[in-house]
């Protein structure tokens, strides 16, 4: 079957141990398939490298809030002292940027933490309450001591027989197919 019918999710494999499940990714990857994911107990090193994931836009997303925050807070402190409400205190300069300094390093750390927490959870579309991969009994195995990919029936290279193949051969110990 290669079309997606509406009942199928996909195919579920199951592996013993983080080399299997790394090995397996490669070869799913060099095959072509793009609507797939691994799903591990731990983080794996190297398995993006292995699924052919590009490096994340988080870093610099945080950067860019980061700097917007430090630069809002000391155009802010700027306006308020020396344009806004100018007011001279013991004959110092209206502009004195070193008075500025804590508040804009404070901001520039709090626009830069609300990106990364928002920011990964969108990127990483969560909050997820749901997902197909429940269906099955033995995918709870998976915050255990197992390993998983889960490709898609809507994949473009998606077909039950080959699909089914290509995970056994890569040492799939159980491969299953989830309903939608």
Partial sequence: MTHK???NYGML???ANTAAIF???EK???AGYTKWDAHTPFPVHGLDR???LSRSKLPWLVLVCGLTGATFAFLLQWWTSAVAQPVVIAGKPMFSWQAFVPVTFELG???AA????FGMLA???LPQLYHSVFHSERFARCSDDRFYISIEANDPNYDETKTRALLEEAGADHVEFIAE
């Fill in 5 to 7: 019918d509406s009942s």
């Fill in 13 to 15: 494999a199951e592996y």
């Fill in 23 to 25: 090995h397996a990714c």
């Fill in 28 to 30: 799913v990857r060099d």
């Fill in 50 to 52: 292995a699924m052919g």
């Fill in 109 to 111: 750390v709090l626009f």
């Fill in 114 to 117: 609300f990106a990364a927490v």
């Fill in 123 to 125: 990127m990483n579309g």
